[in-house]
């Protein structure tokens, strides 16, 4: 499958390119918020590996969400 351009996209392409988008930076935003304001005791493993995790698109918050807090 070849890679489209965004001129390529149907209005619903682009709609859905955009909205993965903002909940993408939404959900890291608020995994950075968390880690930073959390007591390292509340995180399992190293914050300062988690940080960098964080970048690591999508997998990065969604594994910190799961594995990374402590309930």
């Excluded at 959900?27 to 493993?45: I, M, N, Y």
């Excluded at 590996?49 to 969604?62: E, N, R, T």
């Amino acid at each position: 499958m070849a890679k489209k351009s965004w001129g390529d996209m149907t209005p619903t392409q682009k709609k859905i390119v955009v909205v993965t988008g903002i909940a993408e930076v939404a959900l890291t935003a608020w995994c950075v918020k968390d880690l930073r304001q959390r007591p390292a005791e509340l995180v399992r493993g190293p914050k300062l590996l988690w940080g960098p995790a964080l970048s690591v698109q999508p997998l990065g918050p969604i594994a910190y969400l799961v594995w990374g807090r402590k309930r």
